[in-house]
């Protein structure tokens, strides 16, 4: 192979593997390597805050399935992009992220923006190294595109010195191997997790996003109805389940781990599939599950079977071909069906789908959207408080067409969609979020507008924190405080955020909605814009 500077060289790697787009906010650390990008094939999209950068390739990656490429400023583009950084480490997400530095050379001097960026991205990162000897490259960089998309899948930082991509490598760029995670545990295993949850009465699964990742939507839903057991979202922002199927309960939630003692405390015989247990903001320090219970836990990150809670069985494997091994067993063992009931607080129990009273500004937005939406519409929630109203007339269905934000994080939902749009510009892309949780990315509209990135979005403007509002609520209650005025903290009324005006100066049209009666003028208009296009729905 032909010596070349590492800067150049690596661009032939992103090749190789298959990787088109680069995330990014530029640094002068990274000029040697950016202006290679010009005389490359991979499109650069400018972001003007790193968070951004993070959250569209997020958006990308999980679209795709592909890893999604990122470029960060040394420390301080760094330290930006973290918080997106963490959710995309709890959701999964096969990022592979660059971190500009002036130089090896440099290591003594205790320079402008000096900082170890390996030990400062560990925290949020599956994986983080530094390249150090121009021979090693591409190597590493191969690793990275690797470690990220091998379950457990996560984000991989990689340190570049811009003295170390300024040598000469003759490193061959070659595409990444990526091993094969498809195994299932042998037959004995199968057969002792299937009588596990047979031998109980009132079945439960719990699922996460293990299980779009294996792609075994179908399998799940085969295996719930062979154990007519109901399925409840554990770390579920994905399509795991039609949320209309009959034996669909719902989500635990993410903050209190009284929700999800409930959902399973009834249970004599419960699976777990593709999700830690439990991941919530204040988790169960107990047992939660029926002390006579059998458990089994099925998932391709051997650290999170019997994490927190001890399993009966816990199985590192493939969702996908387990659950359907565990579908034949089931039916070799009870060729008449498991029958059983219904754990008490885990049944399905829902309204019929967009039957509510279209009443309110969201929930007509909601009904007219879903009605005359094309039956491609990719949806991208962020929405939070305002997201049972978006469920009811737009619930999720379809493996691809659905994803919300994960790990906590906010401002995921505009960067998100535009990673989306980006990795399938054929779909329409609308993306729900709220007032606060906007107000984190609200520079990502500048992307959309620079490079005519066709999504929507929708800002669901109650003017405060309104789920810190729900949430202190349920805390006055669990330590029997008298209810009282929310913490002023918790107020965005005041200025009013005009972000119609906002999307506007950033180049993106846009109406504000304020009355039911404007809300079939917005949905014409966002479904017939040509480009980006946002509404700003005032809902309080």
Not at 324 to 353: D, I, K, Q, Y
Not at 437 to 458: E, K, P
């Amino acid at each position: 192979m032909h010596a070349r500077p590492g800067k150049s060289a690596i661009y032939e790697q992103f090749a190789a593997d298959g990787i088109t787009h680069m995330f990014g906010n530029p640094g002068t650390v990274e000029q040697g390597f950016l202006d290679e990008a010009e005389r490359s094939d991979l499109s650069y999209l400018l972001t003007l805050h790193e968070g951004v950068a993070v959250g569209m390739a997020d958006g990308y990656a999980r679209a795709t399935q592909r890893p999604g490429l990122v470029q960060l400023h040394s420390g301080v583009g760094l330290g930006n992009g973290i918080g997106m950084l963490y959710q995309a480490k709890r959701g999964g997400s096969p990022l592979v992220v660059l971190v500009g530095e002036a130089g090896v050379r440099y290591d003594a001097m205790d320079g402008q923006m000096a900082v170890d960026l390996v030990a400062m991205a560990e925290p949020v990162a599956k994986y983080a190294t530094r390249v150090v000897d121009p021979a090693s490259t591409l190597r590493v960089l191969r690793r990275a595109v690797k470690m990220a998309m091998t379950p457990p899948r996560g984000p991989v930082v990689v340190v570049l010195p811009a003295d170390v991509l300024d040598q000469l490598t003759a490193e061959p760029a070659v595409p990444a191997p990526l091993p094969s995670t498809r195994v299932v545990p042998t037959a004995d295993e199968v057969a002792r997790a299937a009588r596990t949850l047979l031998a109980g009465r009132r079945r439960l699964i719990l699922m996460g996003d293990g299980v779009s990742v294996s792609g075994a939507q179908r399998e799940l839903a085969e295996l719930a109805e062979l154990l007519n057991a109901p399925v409840w979202g554990v770390n579920d922002s994905e399509v795991n389940l039609d949320t209309t199927h009959p034996l669909y309960g719902g989500q635990v939630g993410h903050m209190f781990g009284e929700n999800s003692a409930r959902v399973v405390r009834d249970a004599d015989a419960v699976l777990v599939v593709g999700t830690s247990v439990f991941p919530e903001v204040f988790p169960a320090l107990t047992d939660p599950f029926h002390p006579e219970a059998g458990i089994v836990q099925i998932d391709l990150d051997a650290y999170e079977i019997a994490k927190n809670f001890p399993v009966d069985h816990g199985l590192v494997a493939d969702p996908r071909l387990t659950l359907a091994a565990l579908s034949a067993e089931v039916r070799r063992l009870r060729p008449n069906g498991a029958g059983g009931a219904h754990p008490r607080g885990a049944e399905p129990v829902r309204a019929p789908v967009g039957t509510e009273p279209a009443g309110t500004v969201l929930e007509r937005f909601a009904q007219r959207l879903a009605a005359r939406a094309p039956a491609d519409l990719v949806v991208f929630d962020e929405a939070l408080t305002a997201s049972p109203a978006l469920n009811r007339h737009l619930p999720p269905t379809t493996p691809g067409r659905f994803f919300q934000t994960r790990g906590g994080s906010l401002g995921v939902g505009i960067p998100g969609a535009l990673g989306i749009k980006i990795a399938h510009p054929e779909l329409p892309v609308v993306a729900f979020t709220g007032d606060g949780g906007s107000m984190y990315t609200i520079q990502a509209l500048w992307t959309a507008a620079r490079y005519d990135i066709g999504a929507a979005f929708v800002i669901c403007n109650n003017r405060r924190y309104q789920l810190l509002d729900d949430n202190i609520e349920q805390y006055w209650r669990g330590l029997g405080i008298a209810p009282h005025a929310h913490p002023s903290a918790f107020d965005l009324s005041h200025p009013d955020i005009r972000f119609h005006d906002l999307a506007a100066s950033l180049g993106v049209p846009a109406v504000r909605v304020t009355d039911v009666a404007d809300v079939d003028d917005a949905v014409t208009a966002m479904l017939g814009a040509r480009g980006p296009f946002l509404v700003d729905l005032v809902i309080a």
